[in-house]
Each structure stands twice: as C-alpha cells, then as structure tokens.
C-alpha cells in the first residue's frame, strides 16, 4: 500500500517533470473496495503536503479531507470502475505527449521497444469538453486495455498496479513523445518490422515473464 508520504514525492516529482503547470494535473490511487485517494482541485501539485490529499468513495463523493474534489476525479473512477488490476491514475499535461494529442495523433505505431513492451499502444481519445461526462465517455473504447492514453487537445492519462507504475508509464510516455519529436526532424521515424515485433513478444513472455495482452499485439 502506497502511504501518503510515498504519494506527496510522486506528486512533486510529476511537477519537477513539467508533466502538470500551475493547477493543472491530478493523482489517485485505489485504497480499498469503497474509497480513493486523490489529490484536490485547485493546488499546484510541487506545493502538495499530505494533509491536501482527499479520499473519495466511488461515486465522487467527499469521505475525508479539506478540499474541493476535482471535476477530473470522473476519469479515475471510471478506470477503477472498469479495471480491478488498475491501482493508480495519473492524468497530466505533459508538453510533448500533449503536442501530439493536439496535432490529432496517438502512439499506435511500434517504434520503440520498451514502449511496445511497457505501455502497448496508446490510443487518442477524442476531443471531450473537461469537467463534463463527455471526457470520461471519451476514454470508453479503449478503456478495457491501455495503459495510457492521449487526451485531444488536452494530456495525458497513465494507469498503473501501483502509483510507481503509473508514473513511471507517464515518464516513459513523454520521453517516447519527445523522441519522435526529435526522430521527425530528421524526417520520420520508422517502424518495427512485423516479425520482429512478433520476436519481441516471444522474447518478453519466455525470458522475462511479461504477459502481453493479445489486443496489444492486433493490427499493426
């Protein structure tokens, strides 16, 4: 179990990253059958200490804390409302992942191993107005199995078994995004082959024991 001190330092470092500005950005994880813990509305996240954070039931409703709930909780509890396994959820405005997001394009294409391995694709969700029932909605498709997703016009969403995995997919998100930014000025970034692909996989599940979802794998 994540404790409230282990929270605030993902927190703050989700800030020193220039993932989240100002307000913007929130973090929750998964406490037990019937409460989250989440951080608040209208706080810088550098700037959180541990008595900010807030606990919520399922339906968005305030148990403990002082504090206003984030309109933004909808998307957190709509992913532990669908996926026991997910744990923590962590939505920011990460510069390059958001660039993309912006520019109409999700990260579907296999360009870098350990993305391919750690995160699978990651799809766009369409444009969706914040704070309404539409951006939640807007992450329904591919709610069942991501690991993350882009947001239109908007961030990013990254989930995780645990907070550290959450935000360690949000980091290598990011850093992916930043890499094809780089990789298309000098023109475009190519692909992993098929077959190796396929190898890849192989290699993951017999050596390393990483289970790769089979939708993960479909129509590349």
Not at 33 to 59: H, N, Q
Not at 161 to 184: C, I, N, P, Q
């Amino acid at each position: 179990m994540c404790t409230k001190k282990e929270f605030i330092k993902i927190c703050h470092k989700v800030y020193e990253k220039e993932f989240v500005a100002a307000y913007s950005g929130n973090l929750s994880i998964r406490l037990d059958d019937r409460r989250i813990l989440i951080t608040p509305s209208a706080k810088c996240k550098g700037e959180l200490v541990e008595d900010d954070l807030l606990e919520i039931d399922y339906d968005g409703n305030l148990i403990s804390g002082i504090g206003k709930v984030s309109t933004e909780a909808k998307i957190h509890l709509l992913a532990y409302k669908h996926r026991k396994e997910v744990n923590s959820v962590i939505h920011c405005h990460p510069v390059y992942a958001t660039a993309l997001a912006t520019a109409g394009e999700g990260m579907t294409r296999p360009v870098f191993p350990e993305v391919a391995l750690g995160l699978g694709k990651v799809p766009l969700c369409k444009y969706a107005t914040p704070s309404t029932d539409e951006l939640p909605n807007s992450m329904l498709p591919y709610i069942d199995f991501a690991w993350a997703m882009l947001l239109a016009n908007h961030g990013a969403i990254t989930f995780g078994d645990d907070l550290k995995g959450a935000y360690y997919r949000m980091e290598v998100l990011e850093h992916s995004a930043k890499t094809l930014f780089a990789a298309r000025t000098f023109g475009r970034e190519s692909t992993i082959p098929l077959l190796k692909l396929k190898k890849l996989y192989s290699i993951a599940e017999k050596t390393y024991g990483i289970d790769i979802d089979e939708r993960l794998k479909m129509d590349y």
